[in-house]
Structure formats: C-alpha cells, structure tokens
T-cell receptor, first 112, second 114 residues
Framework: DQQVKQNSPSLSVQEGRISILNCDYT??????FLWYKKYPAEGPTFLIS?????DKNEDGRFTVFLNKSAKHLSLHIVPSQPGDSAVYFC???????????FGGGTRLMVKP | ETGVTQTPRHLVMGMTNKKSLKCEQH?????MYWYKQSAKKPLELMFV???????ENNSVPSRFSPECPNSSHLFLHLHTLQPEDSALYLC?????????????FGPGTRLTVL
C-alpha cells in the first residue's frame, strides 16, 4: 500500500493563476516532507521542503502547507508560469532514517 | 562538473548482456542511492549506501548488483535482465546524518531491455 499518494495525475492551469498540487500520507512517523520537480529526460530537482514543526514554508512563488492532523500537504505556485510545466513529486521521510518515500507524481501543465 | 552525474544516459541491452550504470556525485555527500522509475509508478528505492556501506536493499532481485567503491561513486551492475526491468534508473546523494536530509538526483539512465 502506498504511504504517499498524489491522487491527481495531472493538472492544467492558466498562466498567472494559482497551481495547487496535493499530497496525502498515511505514515504518522513521517516528519519531513519535500517537493521535487521533474522535467522530461532529467532527474528530479529539489524544490522546497517542510518539517513537521511548521505548517507553512515559503520560497518565492512556491509555498508548501502541511496539515498534520489530516496527513496532507500541498504545494502552491503563484503566479504559475509556462516554465513550471513539469511533473511534481512529493516525498516524505522519518527523522530516524534517510529513506524517502515518493508519491506517484502530478503532471502540471501551465497554459500561456 | 557539479552535482550528480550519471552515465550512460541511454542504454539498450539484450537479456543476456552484462552492463553497468555509473553515478558520480561532486557535492561532498556521504550517502548515495539507486532508484527505479517505471512508467506510471512512484520512484522505487532500490539501494542505499551510507559511508560506502550498503544499509538498504529494498528486496531487489540479484540480477541488480550495486557497488560503492568510495563516497563519490556508485555503480549498478546489470546481468540477465528482463524486459520488465526497462525503466529510468536514478542515482541520488545526500549528507547522511544531517537533518533535514535532502537528496539530490542525477539525470538518470533510460534503460531498455530487449
């Protein structure tokens, strides 16, 4: 059973609007969460992270929100740009180890 | 050269061939990882090496054999693979022991087994 799930395989957004990508997890031991972005023919690139002691982390146009009680995190991109079109993976780890568990990814398409 | 590099970027091999994938990290990290990404599936962790010692083997078939001669290099030796092993193989590195432990990925090797 997948411990990290991204239930939307794809998302289409107009340029300039907000993109919201969602991720759910089941393992309550997870306390560190990351978002990666992946372009075709490239490896995933680290985007932003959040630890469980926070509920929000912001970096420029990217903000990650964590709702521990719901075991849910989301990535907000605002304003969305065509260059943001990529596959976004959320990942989680427990502080006791260095293994990441990944979600299946969401393909974001930002239309000009 | 910076970051994490992988060679070759593309590999086509028959089921009886033996080949090796190479990964090199230039980030001063001490942990390295092999992941497999199949179509429409999440990234699957295969192996973890911390300070050159294998600390995780995620039930990977023996036709995949990792080697980590030092903290900067990681190999994945392949032999008698099956067509279902065709996938993108990604290498990553991180600083084990630090928290948060962010992994940085190479570009991957696209493997096709005929």
């Amino acid at each position: 059973d997948q411990q990290v799930k991204q239930n939307s395989p794809s998302l289409s957004v107009q340029e300039g609007r907000i993109s919201i990508l969602n991720c759910d997890y089941t393992n309550s031991m997870f306390d560190y969460f990351l978002w990666y972005k992946k372009y075709p023919a490239e490896g995933p690139t680290f985007l932003i992270s959040i630890s469980s002691i926070k509920d929000k982390n912001e970096d420029g146009r990217f903000t990650v929100f964590l709702n521990k009680s719901a075991k849910h995190l989301s990535l907000h991109i605002v304003p969305s740009q065509p260059g943001d079109s990529a596959v976004y993976f959320c990942a989680a780890s427990a502080s006791a180890g260095n293994m990441l568990t990944f979600g299946g990814g969401t393909r974001l398409m930002v239309k000009p | 050269e910076t970051g994490v590099t992988q060679t070759p970027r593309h590999l086509v091999m028959g089921m009886t061939n033996k080949k090796s994938l190479k990964c090199e990290q230039h980030l001063g990290h001490n942990a390295m990882y092999w992941y497999k990404q199949s179509a429409k599936k999440p990234l699957e962790l295969m192996f973890v090496y911390n300070f050159k010692e294998q600390t995780e083997n995620n039930s990977v078939p023996s036709r995949f054999s990792p080697e980590c001669p030092n903290s900067s290099h990681l190999f994945l030796h392949l032999h008698t693979l099956q067509p279902e092993d065709s996938a993108l193989y990604l290498c990553a590195s991180s600083s084990e022991g630090s928290f948060p432990d962010t992994q940085y990925f190479g570009p991957g090797t696209r493997l096709t087994v005929l």
